[in-house]
């Protein structure tokens, strides 16, 4: 652990990424075993208390479903892996090859993945891939079901789908549910070998390249591997996959609130911006526990499931929660809000994120259909890709970014203290201006990004 792993690499534990407020490191539990990449209460509560000890107290659940750990030094990254260790939990190491959070619980399910996800990984280290490719090169192979991965972006994507012929998987790479380019419809054995095939192709471009970068020749070739599904049935098949509705399927849900399973429920809260001090993930672990749940999961979308626990314990566990400041409906309107650390924990940042993030959901714009992305410096950690609207911090205050990622300049500025009265303003002129059927991201957009500065820098 002497030495940090450059920005741009997954910061796991043997290997912490510096930032603005020291070390971070990211826990993987294991897929596929027992507890399907969960935790029991008490092993979260024993983490935490690591965390509380080694770290700045501050603990988080990406978008991908990993949990972060924040502010350690060398000294403590290497006292919290240990004590990680010593607590036998199985972390994920290689390349990423994830399932949804519900995966083999889920009646809902298409199909249980997390054989063919199995298959994948230890084809991918019988290869000799997993020192080849680079850091964020992933795999995602989704059962469908309550929770599927559809916003979660990977290089090579297998999504069962029902056909003429029984379950089979869509192939396809480069993106999430919607942006991913299709390749082809195939069973289990050929799904897997065009997968490994399709990471053979990148790690040959070298440790920065992804599947974005192979060639269209190389596309087709992967396309062309021998499927079970009549050809003729591939294209319709594969057309419903990209539009998000293969039969039987599933559309994205967050992963907030209630999911039956076959005996009890799952409960899914979530962590407002991703993150929570640690002891009020001890508090609520502690309250899962004497509630009887057995297992909590890491959920894509910022989010913890309980599981295990009797049908009249979700109500309590919901109160405790809210309590705590948790999120509970996938209504509230910090769901709609990314914001990093910001200042003062992260010495990178330029403005207060999180108060300004608080302050935008208490003046109501929730009513807006897209993310807004609050940054406090141009690093951009909490959503990197484009966003309708960014507020980004910097020499000028909070500048405001329109349908570009938190790297663009700025089309107007405002004091962070005052930026969530800039935005109340904007999102009153997007309400106002937006024709019958019209969503709210196409109408920022028609307005343009001048008026929409106009706005927001506007007395």
């Known amino acids: 652990m002497n030495a940090f792993s450059r920005r741009g690499a997954c910061p796991a534990l043997s290997a912490p990424m510096q930032t603005g407020d020291g070390l971070l490191v990211r826990l993987n539990p294991v897929a596929g075993g027992p507890s399907s990449g969960g935790l029991s209460p008490k092993l979260l509560i024993e983490v935490a208390e690591s ?24 000294e403590s990254a290497a006292l919290l892996a240990a004590e990680v260790d010593a607590l036998g939990i199985a972390v994920r190491t290689g390349v990423p090859v994830e399932t949804g959070p519900l995966a083999g619980v889920d009646p809902k399910e298409i199909a249980d993945p997390r054989r063919l996800a199995e298959r994948i990984r230890v084809a991918i280290e019988d290869a000799g891939l997993a020192t080849r490719l680079g850091p964020k090169v992933a795999v995602i192979v989704d059962g469908g079901g309550q929770l599927a991965m559809d916003a979660v972006t990977a290089d090579v994507r297998l999504v069962a789908t029902r056909t003429d012929v029984g379950i089979q998987w869509c192939v396809s790479v480069a993106g999430d549910r919607q942006t991913a380019r299709p390749l082809t419809v195939a069973s289990e054995d050929p799904a897997r070998d065009i997968a490994v095939a399709a990471l053979r192709m990148v790690a040959e471009k070298g440790r920065e390249a992804h599947a974005r970068d192979l060639s269209d020749r190389q596309l087709v070739s992967l396309a062309g591997w021998q499927s079970f599904t009549p050809p003729s049935a591939v294209p319709d098949i594969l057309a419903g996959e990209m539009a998000g509705t293969p039969e039987g399927g599933a559309t994205e849900r967050l992963p907030i609130g209630l999911f039956p399973l076959s005996r009890f429920h799952a409960l899914g809260i979530g962590l407002p911006y ?19 749940t057995t297992e909590i999961r890491l959920a894509p979308g910022r989010a913890l499931l309980f599981l295990g626990q009797p ?104 004091p962070g203290y005052d930026a969530a009265r800039g935005i109340s303003r904007v999102a009153a002129v997007i309400r106002s201006a937006r024709s019958q ?5 196409a109408c920022l957009t028609r307005l343009g990004a001048a008026a929409i500065a106009e706005m927001y820098q506007q007395e």
């Open 51 to 74: 965390a509380l000890r080694h770290g700045n107290g501050i603990m988080e659940v990406t978008a991908r479903g990993s949990l972060q750990i924040r502010g350690l030094t060398t």
């Open 274 to 292: 991703g993150s929570m001090p640690a002891d009020k993930i001890i508090g609520l672990a502690k309250s899962a526990l004497a509630l009887s």
């Open 311 to 414: 049908a009249d314990a979700n109500q309590s566990l919901q109160d405790v929660a809210a309590a705590l400041g948790f999120i509970i409906s996938p209504t509230d309107p910090r769901t709609r809000i990314a914001a990093c650390p910001g200042t003062p924990a992260c010495a990178s940042g330029r403005i207060a994120t999180r108060d300004i993030a608080e302050a935008i959901a208490a003046e109501g714009v929730d009513s807006l259909d897209f993310t807004l992305h609050v940054s406090g410096c141009a690093k951009g950690c909490a959503h990197p890709g484009p966003a309708a609207l960014t507020l980004v911090g910097g020499e000028n205050g909070a500048g405001l970014v329109v349908n570009a990622t938190a790297k663009a300049l700025p089309a107007g500025y405002r």
């Open 437 to 441: 059927g019209e969503t709210d991201a």
